[in-house]
């Protein structure tokens, strides 16, 4: 797959057949891996923070999760350049591990018993699924100690695709760290668990296709997420219009 640097944010051009492809092959290497799933958050944290553009840029996949993001690929050139959310690419792989009989993990989510929710409701849907580990960590940084535990237990759990739910930036810091602690390939996927769960509700697909599900995120969790939309989406636009007035003028991709 081909990469677009999207300000500084280097994100793989394609499609979600092309990331599940790409996730199964990373599992055969039996080695550390992870995924970032970009939106315009984490575009604007990698161009505002250097040590954190490093960690999305040595992921060993960045999918164009946030619809801007491939928007702005096709507009640079790749008009092959789809739309891969997070939440079909979890759903993807966990139909894929049921027939290949890969074993998924999940570590986030708000408890015990949300994760339980989630299990089942991909079991049921995925007949065969195995999920060997679950853990929901507290809103804490684990002690060296509990962190020693937590790759023993995953390691145990013979996890092939480890599903991470903690929040960008926290999940890709987290992912880069145990790299080379793990042998499972880790995905970053927000919030995935609070929708798979039921509570958290998707935007309808007519926003999605518009751009505007930010605007449904919004309506629902006005108080965390103002602050963030406020400042980031303003200087998204300009920045990358900035950069794909450039590429246009030109007259090759950046």
């Known amino acids: 797959m081909k990469q677009q640097n999207i300000l500084t944010m280097n994100v793989h051009v394609g499609c979600l057949a092309e990331a599940v492809e790409r996730v199964v092959d990373l599992t055969a290497q039996k080695a550390g891996s992870y995924v970032c799933v970009s939106n315009v958050h984490m575009c604007m944290e990698t161009f505002d923070t250097a040590d954190f553009r490093?960690?999305?840029?040595?992921a060993n996949l960045v999918v164009a999760d946030g619809k801007p993001i491939s928007i702005a690929q096709k507009l640079m050139g790749h008009h092959q350049a789809k739309q891969v959310r997070g939440q079909d690419l979890?759903?993807?792989?966990?139909?894929?591990?049921?027939a290949k009989s890969l074993k998924?993990?999940?570590?986030?989510?708000?408890?015990?018993?949300?994760?339980?929710?989630?299990?089942?409701?991909?079991?049921?849907?995925?007949?065969?699924?195995?999920?060997?580990?679950a853990?929901?960590?507290?809103?804490?940084?684990?002690?060296?100690?509990?962190?020693?535990n937590v790759v023993a237990q995953i390691h145990a759990a013979k996890v092939d695709i480890l599903f991470v739910g903690i929040g960008c930036p926290k999940q890709e810091r987290w992912m880069a760290a145990h790299k080379n602690q793990l042998n499972c390939v880790m995905l970053g996927v927000g919030a995935?668990?609070?929708?798979?769960?039921?509570?958290?509700?998707?935007?309808?697909?007519?926003?999605?296709?518009?751009?505007?599900?930010?605007?449904?995120?919004?309506?629902?969790?006005?108080?965390?997420?103002?602050?963030r939309y406020l400042r980031q989406n303003p200087r998204f636009l300009y920045h990358c219009g900035m950069q794909i007035g450039k590429a246009l003028t030109s007259g090759r991709k950046t």
């Open 54 to 58: 490093h960690v999305v840029n040595q």
């Open 90 to 98: 979890v759903h993807a792989l966990c139909a894929v591990s049921a």
């Open 104 to 133: 998924i993990g999940f570590y986030g989510g708000s408890s015990a018993t949300m994760l339980q929710t989630v299990t089942r409701r991909l079991q049921s849907k995925y007949p065969g699924l195995q999920v060997p580990y």
């Open 135 to 148: 853990f929901a960590p507290p809103y804490r940084t684990l002690t060296p100690e509990e962190d020693k």
């Open 192 to 227: 995935a668990f609070d929708f798979i769960a039921g509570h958290k509700k998707h935007a309808p697909r007519w926003m999605q296709h518009l751009s505007l599900e930010w605007i449904f995120r919004l309506s629902r969790e006005p108080n965390r997420l103002w602050k």
